[in-house]
């Protein structure tokens, strides 16, 4: 269920979210940094976790990436971007009602792990896939 | 009256609601530079970003400026055909847009 | 950072595989898609609209997403209401180009009596001019806007450009010369990386082929991080091969234009489009 603060509204929540990290996890500068605000430091590795992306990602300033969970009693879904200077990338709340499921489209900057962070029954579980990012030739 | 910076699609299949959503946005990450004067071009994505259905909610993100320009967003959740889908997100200048849609309605 | 951009360009037209010096574009094309068919086995000629997406699967999945919700559809809205938009005298680009999905396929032409090429951008800023109104930039912008709108209305229509008469042929032998030209610092010609070497990458880049290149456009490139013209884009690949680019709209660029416009006789319109 989704935290109290947030669903009051997000226009009202200016610093829930760094609360609830123990400062801005969009701040932090490495992935131990990330699951240790998380909580989800040890995570287990969970093969429930499916990771849609490419291979080598055609432009990484947009790489869709789709993330589902098949983990019972997904309430969060995180992806961090390992080599991004700023690890986090996104932090999904699922709602009731919702299917552990998200679509979205990311910048990556170079080669990368996708880490995928699942909380569910108040435990967390994890995932990774692998993005190449490649300079483009003649690209124009 | 203002243009929505929101293009949101629902569409009702089998008792889920697809939700698919484009925002006209810049995700500045506060990295990049102006190529001309050397300086830093000030972070400018959004950090917030709430779906409610009916007004209960259904998703919530936290962003970063690491989502990509033009953000995309697509989810289901189980819901009904007379549903309201409203989305609305808020930026880290404190900007924000909401936007509402009946389900199907274009 | 200096650049080092010439204006060479060398002309060397060897009687090659593909085309003969005195084929017309009806043979030309036969003899592209035959070349094809080989070179690019077991991929479906009619896909080659998609570019490299009828090539390559990971990419084409990634494509396929962006597709989902494409960021041409934020332009779109935008082209669709210039297209409405009144002019001062009252008038409005349904007066010059009158059902919209009819127009895209009409581009590009040969105009007999002038001797030229009419492009969709081209017309764009005529309808402008003559109505007193001033007209856009050539390559990004209100344009492409305008002329995405009109693409997607135009979706599903056939490619429909045959020269025929001389002076048809002659701007159709113009941009076939130029297509198959070396030029710049790197001595490339269009066709060495978009027919010789179409399917492979260079660096990483994977090389889209000549056939169905021009149907997509305009064209939103993430690397753009918005939309822009087929003459924008012409101006790009010439900067990457090291040589001058020539300006939007010119001769040179009308004339390639209509040359790879021939070359695409029959596939699908399919603006605007998504590429990286």
Redesign the interface.
Known sequence: MASAAISTGILSTNNAFAAAHGGDIRAAKSVDEVLKMLGATGATESGDIKIKA??????G????V?ITSNIAGTTEITSITAANPTPFAAKYIIGESAVPAV?S?FKMGKTTDVIVVVKAGGKFYTAKANVKV??????? | MA?STI?L?TKEKGGKIQV???I?HPMETGIRKNKKTGKKIPAHYITDLEVTANGKPVITAEWSGSIS??P?I?FKYAGSKSDSVTLTWKDNTGKSDSLTKKIGEK | MKKLITTVALFAIALTPIVTAQAGPAEDQKALKGYFTKSLAGKDLNDFGNGVYALDA??R???E??E??P?Y??AL?TGSELWDKKFKNGKSFESCFGDITKVRAKYPYHDEAKDTIITLEGEINKCLTDNGEKPFKWKKGKIAAVSAHIAYAGRGQKVNVQPKTKKALAWYNKGKNFFYAKRGQLNLSCAD?HVYNAGR?????L?SPLYGHPTHFPVFR??W?SLGTLHR?YG??N???RAKPFKAQSDEYKALEYFQAAMANGLELNGPGAR?
Do not use: H, M, Y
């Not at chain 3, 990458?201 to 880049?205: E, Q, Y």
């Open positions: 490419p291979e080598i990602a055609e432009n300033a947009v790489v869709p789709g679509k489209r490649t300079k483009g030739g003649c690209g124009g | 243009k293009k699609r698919k959503a484009l006209t320009k033009n995309f697509s | 990971d990419a999945s990634q494509w997403e962006i989902e919700f960021p559809e934020i809205d990386c990458k260079a660096r990483g880049d090389l993430s690397k991080g884009r790009g690949c900067k990457n091969v990286k």
